[in-house]
């Protein structure tokens, strides 16, 4: 075996399994990516506003999921579906048998929770998703 710009002697040691490397789960350090609201040109945040409306424990269930999300992220179904250009939507089951959808993007290595709402339908509402995407590209203008 011959390893390309290793002194021969390196070269040896490296095919005969004189050096081991090791690697484990608990030598990575887990990073959680910071989570903000969007927040409009007049300074309010529909989707902390639209959370601070629910009951506490729905508010703690997507809260939860969200937390999910940071540190876990890139986070895939069932927890978190993409929508699309770089949209993803947080599902959330809560305890008062509502689902909830939390539409996020990610912009300058932060997840942004753009819009919030709770579904009453099979399919993604159009307005819903349009409303996300309207913040989003405010974002990156």
Partial sequence: MRLRGKADGEDRKFAQGAYNIKYSMSDVVPQKIPLVFFESH??????????????????????????????????GMPLCRPMGTGLWEIRTDLPTNRTARVLICL???????????????????????????RRQKELEA
């Fill in 42 to 75: 007049s300074g309010s945040e529909p989707v902390r506003d639209w959370l601070r409306e629910l009951p506490e424990e729905e508010r703690q269930a997507i809260g939860r999921d969200l937390l999910l999300a940071q540190w876990r992220w890139p986070v």
């Fill in 107 to 133: 912009h300058r290595n932060h997840l942004v929770a753009l819009h919030g709402f709770i579904k009453k339908t099979r399919a993604t509402p159009e307005g819903d998703l349009v409303l996300a995407r």
